[in-house]
């Protein structure tokens, strides 16, 4: 029997504003508890919210960035349950009236698992999404031995919340769309969307069912996933688990379950409990909000997305359009090849030396490009060295490495060193003279036909010049040479 | 004038004193502790009273300031910065508010100094005051009845000359009403036009903050005081504010007085509808042209009040659960016991009720027969104003059915007290501005005089030409100069 998935991913996303969502705390991680703190993001009695207007920018242009149709009129709601982390014992939310609705996230191939790329199913696929609201976020519990204890910093941030539709097919297809949507996330200085620091949390919700059955299966939600690859493993998992349960015999219950990546698998968290009712209502305290008045302004805002800057690095620089994907994946490693190609006449070298060289070097010293100790600017030095015939490629390696090493330019290193080609070919033609004279057996070989005996002159004209001549300008002066 | 006359003066009265010396600051908070201590034993208006702290401020007040030195008492449910508030409720009996409400910051701002805590029905809800968690205050003029609700404890000061100003807040009557049973002037400014920021919410789109005082020229200056926007409240209003003693003393020929059917009801004790028609009379002499019109939708006003008011209260009162602040309940073995046992200890009969009620019309199934249907009837009930506004510059009502009532005598029956707010209510449905100002008096069984109060009401941010016309009825009255026998 054949199964098939069906993933739906809630996203929630941490806004990189200066301040909370309803007061002017500041939007800060990392501060001693309850530091960022008023009796707004407390709940004390008689305070009030009053909108961060950049939060409201931030999701609307991601709704732009996301092709999602804006809401003319959104409103406020007010979720109503009680917890601790919850200070009003209510959340404001957004329930029938979200910011922004419909959109989609186009997965591109770079966006898979490395491991995956070679085999993905349905390239070029995107997938369409329900909705984007705007909500704040809770605050921090900390479960002591006997106590907990509760950290008001981040009650009130303002917090996104990005719905898919179930169209996410495999393990594979979510980890892309993740990535991908991470990447324009980033791209429009929305979030660092960093899973592990909590800036990016996703809730999974998966369903098996037979190839043969048209409607989706019971509805598992997976929760606890700290990084991308993480949510593909506890799918993969689960996906299992559930084909597994089917071909038992057995009914798949819809239940919330945890994920422990320690032991890889997911856990019971709670059965289907009787529906929550959050006896939603707009909330009294907030005007609604009519959007064309920010419109105007976040359209201008929305950046060159990623799929828009691979076409143009392939037009533009004339890259492979799987080097553009690469170089796009990271908009920080967009922006250093940029500034290193945007002068240059070899704008695939500098692409080269950037997905190889530079990368290996970054990822074995473990810093990311922005802190790359090799300037853009320096690189393209570099590559324009080479390009000019000035140094070898063999040379250039070298170079490279202590570029990485000292920050120092390559020009420097290359006089230094020593290490300048002799291209002028007066001097060359001068040293060829005397490996000829001092060599007539080679010489003559060569006249008689052994093409092998122009390899050994070549040689001796690179001792001669202490392997400062440009190889290539040598063979040509023998070669004319020989034949005179 | 010795010091033992001072608290008997209106603020309007006061200020030249300050101004010119003769009497200071210090001495004028002397004389209102002494009244107070005389007083307060026979009508409990206050909950909590802290004069060196007020003379504290007295000694550093700038008399060139509009309100320099005039302590004004301040209802329980209002944050003044290291006062308690408790809203006379036990959930908040040991909360000190660590910041000002805005309309504080700026009663300040203008000179005044907050004094004293005035009672109140618990978080607002009630008509009488004696939903308070604290104690019963009694009416000034009949100590066998309620002062009103549910700014009791502010009208019972005023009306005593145990305060110069009060604050109040008035969700559907809540400063009105209380004015009335006590005869002085209380004004529920428009929606929007004084903030809501620190003042602690019960139904926050119907919720205003207001003055209760002795003459309506006192009310125009506190408001001069504490109205205007504020970035803290998403739904004040960005108009400016006039100076709202402009218009006082300016006559009132051709204004047009409407008199809405409705409001004449059977359930009106005569000697209210005596006094009231008097008022009409009265105000015609003055040049007023009285009309009577209709708000057909009157009669659904209670009713959607308690769906909404109770519906937004069942969330804003969510927040009091001991966790931060507060009651909170010791030895439970879990959370959800901590919840239920410090909210079923901290919160009185009245309030549990309406949390229930509300929580009940925003449940799922139930939503669109009471919420969503309220909201729309008040859509209609706010444009029967807007419509009846285009024919008349302000309406004329009694503010109660009734004058005060016996303490005891309503408790039994929720809906009898509900009903005792059916002419006020509809004003905080449409957002619109009301005053209430003595017109008279009724006669009780045991033959005490029980003040009567008369109910103007103007469209939206009308407030300067509301306190014009009460104010011309007023001077031409001498029902504001009446003083409870105490």
């Not at chain 2, 002494?34 to 206050?46: F, K, L, T, V």
């Amino acid at each position: 029997m054949n199964y098939i998935a069906a993933i739906g991913l809630e996203v929630h996303v941490q806004l990189k504003t200066r301040s909370k969502m309803f007061c002017a705390c500041p939007n800060a991680y990392g501060a001693p508890p309850n530091t960022h703190t008023c009796p707004t993001c407390l709940g004390l009695p008689g305070a009030l919210p009053a909108m961060n207007e950049e939060a409201l920018r931030m999701t609307v242009l991601t709704g732009l960035m996301l092709d999602c149709d804006i809401a003319d009129v959104s409103k406020f709601d007010r979720k109503n349950y009680f917890y601790p982390d919850l200070a009003k014992n209510y959340q404001i939310s957004q329930y029938d009236a979200p910011l922004c609705t419909n959109g989609r996230v186009p997965l591109h191939d770079v966006a898979y698992p490395q491991d995956a790329q070679t085999a993905i199913a349905t390239s070029g696929k995107t997938v369409n999404l329900v909705r984007i609201h705007l909500e704040e976020d809770v605050a921090k519990s900390f479960h002591f031995e006997t106590t907990t204890g509760i950290d008001f910093n981040r009650a009130g941030t303002p917090l996104m919340e990005i719905v898919s539709q179930p169209e996410i097919a495999s393990p594979d297809e979510a980890f892309a769309y993740l990535t991908s949507l991470k990447q324009i996330l980033i791209c429009g200085g929305i979030s660092d969307a960093d899973m592990e620091k909590g800036q990016l949390r996703c809730d999974c919700n998966v369903s098996v069912r037979a190839a043969t059955q048209a409607e989706l299966g019971a509805k598992v939600e997976i929760k606890n996933m700290n990084s991308i690859s993480g949510v593909r493993r506890a799918l993969r998992f689960e996906i299992e688990r559930q084909i597994a349960l089917l071909e038992s015999g057995a009914t798949i219950q819809q239940e919330t379950r945890g994920w422990n990546d320690d032991a890889g698998e997911t856990f019971l968290m709670r059965s289907k409990e009787s529906a929550h009712d959050y006896r939603y209502f707009p909330d009294p305290d907030l005007l609604p909000i009519a959007t064309h008045a920010l419109l105007a302004d976040v359209r201008a805002r929305v950046p060159e997305l990623p799929a828009a800057k691979r076409m143009r690095f392939v037009e533009q620089y004339g890259v492979s359009g799987y080097d553009a994907g690469v170089l796009t994946h990271d908009l920080a490693v967009a922006a250093y090849f940029e500034r290193a190609a945007e002068h240059s006449p070899k704008p695939k070298s500098v692409a080269n030396w950037i997905l190889n060289d530079l990368q290996s070097a970054l990822s074995a010293a473990g810093i990311s490009v922005g802190d790359c100790p090799i300037p853009p600017e320096a690189l393209e030095e570099l590559v324009g060295l080479i390009d000019a015939g000035r140094i070898s490629g063999k040379q250039a390696k070298e170079v490279f490495a202590e570029m990485f090493e000292t920050s120092r330019p390559a020009g420097v290193i290359v006089k230094e060193r020593g290490l300048e080609q002799v291209s002028d070919v007066a001097a060359i033609e001068a040293l060829c003279d005397n490996a000829i004279a001092a060599n007539p057996k080679p010489a003559a070989d060569y006249r008689a036909g052994n093409a092998a005996s122009l390899n050994f002159l070549t040689g001796q004209v690179m001792k001669l010049s202490k392997g400062k001549a440009n190889p290539q300008i040598v063979t040509e002066i023998l070669t004319r040479k020989l034949k005179e | 004038m010795t010091a033992a006359e001072l608290p008997a003066l209106t603020i309007s009265e006061l200020q030249p004193l300050l101004r010119g010396g003769a009497v200071s600051p210090g001495e004028v908070v002397d004389a209102l502790q002494s009244r107070i201590s005389e007083i307060e034993p026979q009508i409990d208006a206050y909950i909590a009273l802290d004069f060196e702290a007020a003379k504290h401020e007295a000694n550093a007040a700038d008399l060139s300031l509009p309100l320099g030195g005039i302590p004004i008492a301040v209802k329980d449910i209002i944050s003044v910065a290291g006062q308690r508030c408790t809203c006379a409720s036990r959930s908040l009996s040991n909360y000190i508010a660590p910041y000002d409400a805005t309309l504080i910051r700026k009663l300040k701002a203008a000179g005044a100094i907050p004094l004293g805590r005035t009672n109140m029905d618990e978080f607002a809800m009630g008509s009488s005051t004696e939903n308070s968690s604290v104690k019963i205050t009694l009416n000034p003029w009949d100590k066998s009845r309620v002062p009103g609700g549910s700014s009791g404890g502010s009208a019972a000061a005023v009306a005593a000359g145990a305060a110069f100003g009060a604050l109040g807040t008035d969700t559907g009557g809540s400063i009105r009403q209380p004015a009335a049973f006590c005869g002085i002037v209380g004004l529920k400014p428009s929606y929007g036009r004084v903030s809501r920021f620190g003042v602690v919410a019960f139904a926050s789109s119907l919720d205003q903050a207001g003055p209760l005082t002795k003459t309506t020229r006192d009310a125009a200056l506190l408001m001069n005081a504490i109205a205007g926007v504020d970035p803290q409240d998403s739904t004040s209003l960005p108009e400016p504010v006039p100076d709202y003693t402009q218009l006082l003393g300016r006559e009132i020929r051709g204004i047009r007085i409407g008199l809405p059917k409705e409001y004449t009801t059977d359930g009106i004790d005569p000697q209210v509808k005596a006094a009231v028609d008097a008022a009409v009379t009265q105000l015609q002499a003055l040049g007023a042209e009285i009309s009577e019109l209709s708000l057909p939708h009157t009669e659904y006003a209670v009713a959607v009040y308690y769906v909404l008011a109770t519906a937004e209260a069942s969330a804003n009162l969510a927040r009091f659960d001991g966790v931060r602040y507060g009651h909170r309940t010791e030895g439970v073995a879990n959370l959800v016991e901590h919840y239920e046992r410090t909210r079923a200890e901290g919160f009185g009969a009245e309030v549990k009720r309406r949390i229930i009620l509300g929580t009940y019309v925003l449940s799922s199934g139930y939503y669109d027969a009471f919420y969503l249907r309220a909201q729309k009837v008040r859509e209609l009930i706010r444009r029967d104003f807007v419509e009846a506004f285009k024919k008349v510059d302000l309406l004329i009502s009694p503010t109660s059915p009734v004058p005060a009532f016996k303490i005891g005598e309503r408790t039994a029956d929720p809906l009898q007290m509900y009903l005792a707010d059916i002419f006020t209510i509809a004003a905080n449905l449409a957002g619109i501005c009301a005053i209430s100002l003595p017109c008279g008096f009724a006669t009780s069984e045991s033959g005490t005089q029980l003040p009567v109060g008369l109910q103007l009401l103007a469209s939206s941010l009308d407030e300067a030409r509301l306190l014009q016309v009460a104010h011309a009825f007023e001077q031409s009255t001498d029902w504001h100069q009446r003083r409870p026998p105490l």
